[in-house]
C-alpha cells in the first residue's frame, strides 16, 4: 500500500526549501522519534531511500521480541 504524497517548495529571495511530508499513518509505523536525524540516499531517478542511523535502529531492536527457534 502506498501513500500518495506531494513535494512542496517555499521559495524565497535568495534561497528554497524542499519538503516531503510523511502522513502520520507512515511516520507512526517506522516509529520516528521527533528531532530524529535521517539520511536521504539517492537510489536512482525513481527511489529515494531514507536511512536511520544505527544508533536509532539498535534502540527498535531492543523492542521487539525475541525469535523462538
Sequence with gaps: MGY???I???KRAKSEQWYVNFPA???QAIEFKQGEIV???IDDHQR??????DESVK???K?????KE
Excluded: C, G
Design 25 to 27: 499513518a507512515v511516520a
Design 39 to 41: 539520511e536521504w540516499v
Design 48 to 53: 529515494l531511500v531514507l536511512q536511520r542511523s
Design 4 to 6: 500518495p504524497t506531494k
Design 63 to 67: 523492542k521487539l521480541p525475541k525469535k
Design 59 to 61: 534502540d527498535l531492536k
Design 8 to 10: 512542496q517548495i517555499i
